[in-house]
């Protein structure tokens, strides 16, 4: 560490007679010579900037031989080397698709010429986040950026995305890390599920997250970050990824009003198949009684929903001070009766200047407010969707919505299921769910920031940034007493969950930017970061067993035990100092070296709490190096290596007892006896290529990386008779190795005065093997999801890819036949078989953009190809004699088997309930209930027309889009969506249990600026 | 505060001072939630606290599922009391083909919710505190006794010391009765000294902490472990329930002397797994037993069936189930689990035991006769059931042929064919005992499966579907439990030792060291 502390005194001392600084004014004009007003000016490799005023006019102080940068949206971006001249005049052009000298916003907000990364960024313009909106800006990003994978939660608007970048690469958390305009967001989510029956607390409920509340038309556009070596300067909170984010900019000398808004109707798709030929016999849950047409159409109980996003944005900009503010409402009703989301975005951005504009102070606050309404659940457990799917046949879904009776004796209405004696936990009324039922569901987000940006010299400036965020979700469910026993006290139960977790982030930046010579530049970054995070919980739970005193009556007052009550905390420091250095030569040849040094609570106690990791990375550009044909406009290959650190879970090296109900507890897990905890390290290489041709109308980017994680944190089963009472372990041990790669590829097939088509193909594959998962404790196997009873596991297994899909299968014989046991029936394999992988084998997006005059149309396919996904709804619903297949079945007379019995005489039709009595239903043979992942998805289409400027009266540009998401599946084998997960953390993956059906959402986009 | 924090913050943003802020990391890593060692020693919660695990999970009061696969789909189907009659997939307990996960489970909640706190109690109290440590033995004691019962070898005297390795049953049970003689000495020294109770704060058993009621306890728990092994070693068996009876504060005597604790949560799972899982119905041989001899207590104990409308039904264990509902409409269970209030040991169970005492010939303050009428009429006060007196009287009424409404296939013939009224063979007299004791026992499966496996009574119903590929018999049932999954796994040292203590393979089959084949007598 000292060592490149000294090497940067030397290069600093070097560097000041280097710079000579100078203001440098000008003026830009289009083609027409018609003066263009906010043009964004960067000095390269530097934060600083200006852009132009309503004249076309800038100044800019610059140093000499610096390059800058004239950027504007649509036109062709401009580099111009100061030379002796004061003063420089541009024209700019329309821009040619993927210009050579964009830049792009990389670590820690600093700008660079994109043909000197030694790594691969992908970005996407604040177009491409908002032309097809969707409440969450993430699940925008889907099919849009090459070896990201984007999963939706099944809890509807609102809800969570699970991002894979490059593959697992964590047993804990692959999510990647969020920064905004330079600055970590804490994107903690409340809670995420991880059982297959349904969380007993409320259901499986996604608690939402952070970056699901951010208002998608704040942002100018977003940078991926894709491998170790792009995100080093984040630390280990980057080892997954980084997603940086980049608020508009205010253009000088304008003042705007901009307002967006979207109207979106959604409709459910890819419901089940139901029977409508059979009914269920008198007070059975089943539908396997007598023949009789039922209802076999479902779809009447779901609503078309509809979301209706308003954003607008005002924004002033005077010499040395802009000021923006934004606000955008959503309100969105759900596809589930009594689902409702309504949110709130208010942001506020100030930015001046001081001391002769060396200063700047940048200030910015937003803050977010969402309810959520009934947010939908998946699992068996307080989940309309399992009841409406399951009810008994005998009764229609009419029959239903006669949810409670007035019960004399009680003298309180009471729970009605037509045909039940007693309700089940998994078979409840879903009108009553929806509605005796209620939850809740806030989350409140606020962010503010300060950012100094100070201009020492020429060649230095500082920079300090300054954040908080506060992040609070909150969760009531209010239950009424004759809810299913198992779930709900007879008297009712109330929880009131709430969860505030909080960061401060302060860091403080050095960056250099020189040229030393003609021939060698330098630019390097030093810092130092502080980041804080910590998260409080207040659980209130009346429970299943105390209840409440007064039926129905839902405060903490009424509780009748304090059993259920639970505070939990977390909290974690991590300090860094960090160097990064780029050396350029001739422009041509670049070197990235990077370093820094993390210090974690959470490692104290262990050997060391400190960990170093470096990156080096190379980059040619061999179409400035060598002679070319003419039609290869730029070629460059790149290379990288990387470390990055990641520290452990808090408070595991101090396990304290916790207080439940009075009682202090076991701590569960701590170091084994006699071991100590150290640090994962994730390493990774990466090579790559970019090619550009045919007057950069066709262009190309590969990737091929090969990561491995080691030493990662894991926690495995003690044995039971551990003197600690231990339920585990935590230790070290297990490495996930990754590799693969990425096809970018785009063209400008068609371009002409009238007609333009632009295509661009994203292409990944990852391959990922799960190793070094320890003999001992585990068995070779870290289960993500427990199964409990039912038949779906999902586990890390020793020499595998990671996410296995384990499930069970039907007996057979030698030759591969069913084995029809003597009682006639098949039985089911005790043992686990590995019967899927959650995880695509490679993902391909395809987007094509339209121009015909003031049209613009767009269509993105989007295709995961490999993998496997299944349905517990599918075998609890054959289970259930519900299903079309069962009665189907039932119609011709039986399913027809390829079985035999033990003696070897063939069996080839067997009775249907015989058979699904055995194989079907949440604990039977779900290796029968596992499809294919694959799909292709015409995931967003836009048709849209843009108003001739010159003929709007008081507005600067209007323009209006017919959108669509989601809008069908070119192929598809799984009955459910596969793109929609139960849960955004690391379990539940490739799996559905009555999950909310995914939608199709058609709507209207009207955009107006004045 | 916050000036500090600017401060500290100021300074480690500075790069020199870098390497030297992270000393506060110590609190940082500690959750604030949580409590250290230090903080409980206030006021010896580090002892007091250690106490309730044990009353929440020798019979789990808490988590029905967790009660479901410590001991419902266990020993409480297997005694006959009870049973889940769901096809459940291929491992099924009923079917003999033992469920491994379901069946580690005893083991596992006893050790890690038990006894690595009684342990740690032993640590801190043990010649400090000795009547601490003297209750975490009694209770140590009738944890050990029911998971050495269930699985034969376990890890009693190596707990805590490295490598947890196994003793053998017989280990197990001399140093249980040297463990409560340590506890009984050390509680009836201070009751005669009138000290008064140290474990009312933390007693959550109906004795308020009083020492007279646990050593009551503890000498009761003594004379149900000398009769386990009163075949294996009659010699010790005497001498130790003779020690008990004979103590100066003996053993239970009134019905209020039973140990019962109260579930916090007030919870019953049996109620829950009857009635809302729909999921636990009345035994056939509960139907048979009580139904045949009209006995008072088959309507504290179950509720009519939906099936056969004013009467009760019981489902026969180890039958083809054929789904989830079949036997919905069979009797659920009755008053008598409706309430939070879990039996540990009763009064009649007592009289029971010293009624086989005498009948074996050891001292017992008593007749064989007249302490098994005793027994009968304690647990008709503890069930507030009438009419003791002429049921005790009646010769006449035998246990009825059961039959099955829904399938005659699983029709069978009471098996057991004594009566009620005390007779003159010595054999059917320990017949009547135990027929008496498991009625009055109920609903502890996991005591009733123990006598059942050392005395055969009372005669069961036999299972028809018997899916074990013949490792085990129909005619003798599941006679042990394997070992904890988590310790083959996770301690396979100990579990060497367990099964070269065991004697035989590691299965349901092998017969533990009270159980053997000789006769009764």
């Not at chain 1, 509807?156 to 593959?167: A, C, W, Y």
């Not at chain 1, 506020?348 to 803050?367: E, G, H, M, P």
């Not at chain 1, 011709?892 to 070897?904: L, Q, S, T, Y």
């Not at chain 2, 609190?27 to 002892?47: R, W």
Request: glycine share 8%; net charge neutral; aromatic share 12%.
């Amino acid at each position: 560490m000292k060592k490149i502390i000294s090497i940067f005194m030397i290069l600093f001392t070097v560097q000041v007679s280097l710079a000579q600084v100078k203001t440098i004014k000008g003026s830009v004009t289009d083609g027409s010579g018609a003066p263009i007003p906010g043009v964004n000016i960067n000095v390269q490799g530097e934060t600083a900037s200006a852009s132009t005023d309503f004249d076309g006019n800038f100044s800019i102080q610059v140093a000499k031989s610096k390059t800058l940068i004239f950027s504007y949206l649509g036109l062709e971006t401009k580099n111009v080397v100061v030379g002796e001249s004061n003063t420089i005049n541009v024209k700019m052009t329309e821009a040619a698709t993927n210009s050579l000298n964009e830049v792009v916003v990389t670590s820690l907000g600093i700008t660079k010429a994109r043909k000197t990364l030694t790594y691969s960024a992908q970005e996407l313009k604040g177009e491409e986040l908002t032309r097809v909106k969707d409440a969450n800006i993430i699940n925008t990003v889907a099919g849009k950026i090459a070896g990201v994978a984007i999963t939706k939660s099944s809890s509807g608007s609102g809800g969570s995305t699970k991002v894979t970048i490059r593959g697992n690469s964590s047993f804990t958390n692959n999510q990647p890390l969020y920064v905004i305009d330079g600055i970590p967001l804490s994107n903690g989510g409340s809670v995420q599920p991880n059982g297959t029956f349904g969380d007993l607390a409320g259901g499986n409920r996604d608690g939402g997250d952070v970056v699901s509340l951010i208002n998608p038309d704040d942002y100018e556009g977003m940078t991926v970050l894709k491998g170790a070596a792009a995100s080093v300067l984040y630390g280990s909170q980057g080892a997954n990824g980084v997603i940086l984010l980049s608020s508009k900019k205010v253009k000088a000398g304008v003042e705007t009003f901009n307002v967006n808004s979207v109207t979106t109707f959604d409709s459910v798709a890819y419901l089940p198949e139901f029977q409508s030929d059979y009914t269920s016999a008198v007070g059975d849950a089943k539908s396997w009684g007598a023949k009789q047409k039922v209802e076999g159409d479902i779809k009447g109980f779901f609503n078309t929903g509809t979301t209706q996003i308003t954003s607008m944005a005002f924004s002033k900009a005077t010499d040395g001070a802009s000021t923006s503010f934004t606000y955008a409402n959503t309100d969105a009703s759900g596809v589930i009766p009594g689902n409702h989301l309504k949110k709130n975005n208010f942001g506020i951005r100030q930015a001046s200047k001081f001391f002769n504009d060396r200063l700047n102070v940048a200030v910015t606050a937003n803050y977010v407010s969402q309810k959520i309404n009934n947010r939908p659940v998946n699992g068996l457990y307080f989940n309309p969707v399992s009841g409406v799917y399951s009810h008994p046949r005998a009764f229609s879904l009419s029959d239903l919505k006669t949810y409670e009776v007035f019960d004399v004796t009680k003298n309180w209405n009471a729970q009605n299921y037509p045909g039940f004696a007693a309700v089940s936990e998994s078979n409840e009324n879903p009108y009553w769910q929806i509605n005796r039922q209620k939850s809740v569901d806030i989350n409140n987000f606020f962010n503010g920031a300060v950012a100094l940006d100070y201009k020492v010299s020429d060649w230095f400036r500082l920079t300090s940034r300054y954040s908080y965020n506060r992040s609070e979700s909150n969760f009531q469910k209010e239950m009424y007493a004759t809810s299913a026993a198992s779930l709900v006290h007879p008297k009712g139960r109330y929880i009131n969950s709430n969860t505030i977790a909080t960061q401060n982030y302060a860091d403080i930046i050095g960056l250099i930017n020189t040229n030393f010579s003609e021939d060698f530049s330098f630019s390097g970054t030093i810092g130092a970061s502080i980041n804080n995070g910590k998260s409080a919980g207040l659980n209130l739970d009346s429970g299943i067993g105390g209840g409440l005193r007064n039926a129905n009556i839902f405060t903490l007052g009424n509780f009748a035990n304090n059993n259920g009550n639970v505070q939990t905390a977390y909290q974690r420091e991590v300090q860094s100092v960090f160097a990064a250095t780029t050396f350029g030569y001739k422009d041509v040849l670049f070197l990235d070296a990077a370093a820094r040094n993390d210090w974690s609570s959470t490692l104290v106690n262990t050997d060391n709490p400190s960990f170093f990791y470096p990156s080096v990375g190379l980059t040619a550009i061999i179409s400035e190096m060598t002679e070319m044909p003419e039609f290869i406009n730029f070629g460059k290959v790149r290379a990288t290596y990387a470390q990055v650190g990641n520290d452990i879970a808090a408070f595991i090296t101090k396990p304290t007892y916790s207080i439940v109900a009075g009682q202090p507890i076991n701590p569960p897990v701590g170091p084994r006896p006699g071991t100590t905890l150290k640090p994962e390290l994730k390493s990774e290489y990466e090579i790559g290529t970019e090619w550009r041709m045919f007057n950069n109308r066709l262009g190309f980017e590969v990737s091929y990386y090969d990561s491995q994680t080691k030493n990662q944190y894991l926690q495995v089963p003690a044995e039971s008779t551990n003197e600690n009472g231990y339920l585990n372990y935590a230790i070290n041990a297990g490495s996930i190795s990754n590799k693969g790669f990425e096809v970018v590829l785009f063209a400008d097939l068609v371009k002409s005065e009238k007609f333009n088509w632009e295509s661009r193909i994203n292409y990944s594959q990852n391959k990922s093997k799960v190793n070094d998962i320890p003999a001992q404790n585990v068995e070779g196997r870290i289960v993500l999801t427990d199964p409990g009873s039912n038949n779906y596991r999902y586990s890390l297994v020793e020499g595998k890819p990671f996410g296995i899909i384990e499930g069970k299968n039907i007996q057979k014989d030698a030759q591969g036949r069913l084995l029809v046991g003597d009682n006639g029936k098949l039985s089911v394999n005790a043992d686990w078989e590995e019967v899927g992988n959650a995880n695509p084998d490679f993902m391909l997006g395809f987007s094509n953009t339209f121009k015909f005059g003031a049209f613009t149309a767009n269509i993105l396919i989007d295709g995961r190809f490999g993998g496997e996904v299944l349905s517990l709804t599918e075998a609890i619903n054959d289970f259930n004699g519900v299903s079309k297949a069962s009665g189907d079945a039932r119609n011709a007379g039986g399913v027809k088997i390829n079985g035999a019995k033990a003696d070897g005489t063939a069996v080839t039709t067997m009775d249907t309930f015989d058979y699904y009595d055995k194989t079907a239903g949440r604990n039977g043979a779900t290796g029968e209930y596992v499809y294919d992942a694959t799909n292709v998805n015409v995931r967003e289409v836009s048709i849209g027309y843009t108003f001739n400027k010159t003929k709007l009266p008081f507005m600067q540009s209007a323009s209006i889009s017919l959108i669509a998401r989601n809008l069908f599946f070119i192929y598809k084998d799984a009955p459910f969506d596969p793109n929609v997960a139960l849960s955004t953390g690391e379990g539940l993956q490739g799996v559905d249990v009555f999950g909310l059906p995914s939608t199709r959402s058609i709507g209207l986009n009207l955009n107006l600026t004045f | 505060m916050t000036i500090n924090k600017i401060k500290r913050t100021a300074l480690c943003l500075s790069l020199l001072t870098a390497f030297s802020c992270t000393d506060n990391f110590e609190d940082i890593n500690t959750n604030p939630e949580g409590a250290t060692i230090e903080q409980l020693d206030q006021d010896y919660n580090s002892i007091k606290s250690l106490f309730k695990p044990a009353f929440n999970h020798l019979f789990i009061s808490e988590t029905t599922w967790q009660y479901q696969i410590q001991q419902s789909l266990q020993a409480d189907g297997w005694s006959g009391y009870m049973t889940t009659p769901v096809p459940f997939g291929p491992q099924n307990n009923h079917d003999y083909v033992l469920n491994g996960g379901w069946n580690s489970y005893a083991w596992d909640d006893a050790y890690v919710n038990i006894i690595s706190y009684l342990y740690k109690a032993e640590q801190r109290s043990k010649d400090k505190f000795d009547q601490f440590y003297a209750w975490s033995l009694i209770l140590k004691v009738a944890t050990m006794q029911r998971i050495t019962d269930m699985y034969g070898p376990a890890v009693y005297s190596k707990f805590g010391k490295g490598v947890a390795t196994y003793d053998s049953q017989k280990e197990i049970y001399t140093q249980m009765f040297k463990d409560l003689d340590f506890a009984v000495t050390e509680l009836t020294k201070r009751n005669a000294a009138g000290e008064k109770t140290a474990f009312d704060e933390t007693d959550l058993s109906l004795y308020e902490g009083k020492y007279a009621n646990w050593t009551k306890y503890a000498n009761s728990l003594r004379l149900r472990m000398a009769m386990r092994i009163s075949k294996v070693d009659p010699a010790l068996a005497k001498v130790e329930a003779e020690k008990a009876v004979s103590h100066s504060l003996g053993v239970f005597t009134a019905t209020a002397d039973g140990l019962k604790i109260k579930s916090p949560t007030d919870l019953n799972v049996i109620d829950v797994m009857s009635h809302s899982w729909v999921g636990l119905f009345m035994g056939a041989d509960m139907e048979s037993i009580l139904g045949g001899y009209q006995d008072p207590r088959i309507s504290k104990y179950w509720n009519t069936s939906k099936v056969t409308p004013g009467e009760y039904k019981g489902v026969r264990t180890g039958i083809i189930y054929p789904s989830g509902s079949t036997y919905s409409k069979f009797s659920q269970t009755g008053p008598r689990t409706k309430t939070g209030e879990i039996t540990w040991m009763s009064t009649a169970e007592v009289y029971f035991l010293r009624a086989e005492g005498a009948l074996r010939g050891w001292n017992m303050g008593g007749t064989a006769q007249s302490l098994y009428e005793a027994g009968i009429k304690s647990s008709f006060e503890q069930n507030g059931a009438e009419g003791a007196t002429a049921y005790i009287a009646d010769n006449t009424k035998l246990p009825k042929d059961y039959v099955d409404p829904l399938n005659p296939a699983n029709n069978a013939q009471a098996i057991s064919k004594i009566t009620v009224a005390w007779g003159t063979d010595k054999e059917k007299n320990l017949e009547k005992i135990i027929t008496q004791k498991w009625i009055a026992t109920y609903p502890d499966g996991q005591e009733a499966w123990s006598e059942f496996r050392r005395t055969g009574y009372p005669k069961l119903f036999r299972i028809s579907n018997n899916q074990s590929n013949g490792l085990i018999s129909t005619e003798l049932g599941v006679r042990r439990l394997a070992f904890s999954d988590s310790e083959v796994a996770n301690n396979k040292e100990g579990i060497a030792s367990g099964v070269a203590a065991l004697g035989g393979l590691d299965n349901g089959a092998t017969r533990l060291w009270w159980d053997t084949s000789a006769p009764n007598f």
